[in-house]
């Protein structure tokens, strides 16, 4: 890219999880960690939980076996620039995107991730659905201390890693502006989502989240989808032993998510994704950031 040249950005967000947007359809565009931590600087740049750069699956070699399925794949990074194998509110942002930009048609798509193809639905106005995969429940656990108070975590996987804690109060979660210390640290070698948990009402929940790589976040689509998972399971059977979905509202601070575990397994997420503004970066800030 030369100087002269002006990068596109967005800005969008799911649940007030938001992200800056970066079409690159060729993938031309050599983003480093610290180029995304500094374009998430909520001062010295734009500001965001993450990135969601937009490049054809067929230009990435981290997509291309995706690329007969899914056109497009979502690269998605942490706000601290770490890579993360899957990003819920991203996907609904990522797919309003498309729509946005004339990419794709209103209806049913397909999109790379770094988790494997995930299927949307995606209407010109209205909430997003997208079939998130299975949820993996792990036996393995780890306790986690907020306050000297300690509880056991369900230990699930979205394609990224969850710790979901069940407490009385979500102010029993702290300030949340440093990981929540758990332990054996050995069970999430690569870090891991630390969701805090309380009851509003029979299948609605509440959370808050420390996200991997990003910290407190208004909303983590994975970590709704990990926590509704969790409670369907200390509520009771299965839905693949009971034949029937399990249905959840899972509240986060920046608004409300719907899940549903199908009896074959399948996670489905429904929830807004807004575009809320575009522009260009400055050159020269760009340059200095990519350097
Ligand atoms: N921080 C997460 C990725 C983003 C998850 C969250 N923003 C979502 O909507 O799923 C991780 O490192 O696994």
Redo the contacts with the bound molecule.
């Keep these: 890219m030369t100087s002269t040249q002006r990068l596109a950005y967005l800005k969008g967000h799911g649940t007030e ?1 938001d992200f800056v947007i970066v079409p690159d359809p060729d993938g031309r565009l050599d983003l480093p960690r610290a180029a995304v931590a500094r374009i998430c600087d909520r001062r010295a740049g734009l500001g965001g ?2 990135v969601l750069r937009v490049v054809r699956s067929a230009a990435h070699p981290e997509a291309q076996d995706q690329a007969d399925e899914a056109e497009w794949f979502m690269d ?1 990074r ?1 706000g601290d620039g ?1 890579i ?7 996907v609904r942002v990522f797919a309003r995107y498309l729509l946005h930009a004339g990419l794709v048609e209103a209806g049913d798509l397909a999109i790379a991730t770094r988790a494997g193809v995930r299927r949307v639905h995606v209407a010109k106005t209205g909430d997003v659905t997208v079939s998130m995969g299975r949820a993996e429940l792990f036996e393995e656990s780890v306790v986690v201390t907020v306050g000297g108070r300690s509880w056991p975590a369900r230990n699930v996987s979205m394609g ?2 969850h710790a979901v804690v069940f407490v009385e109060d979500l102010a029993h979660a702290g300030d949340l502006l440093a990981v929540p210390p758990f332990s054996p640290a050995s069970v999430y070698p690569d ?1 891991v ?1 630390i969701e805090f948990v309380a009851d509003r009402g029979p299948h609605h929940v509440a959370m808050r989240v420390h ?4 910290g407190e ?1 208004r ?5 709704a989808c990990a926590v509704a998972v969790a409670t369907a399971r200390r509520d009771g059977p299965a839905p693949a032993e009971t034949g029937t979905p399990a249905i959840y509202t899972v509240d986060v601070l920046g608004g409300s998510l719907s899940i549903t575990e199908l009896p074959d397994g399948t996670v489905e997420m429904t929830g807004p994704a807004e575009i809320v503004a575009e522009g260009t970066f400055e050159p020269a800030w760009l340059t200095a950031a990519l350097a």
């Design positions: 999880n939980d993450g998605y942490n770490s993360a194998e899957m990003c819920g509110n991203g990224n890693p870090g989502n996200e991997r790589g990003s976040t909303s983590c689509g994975t970590g």
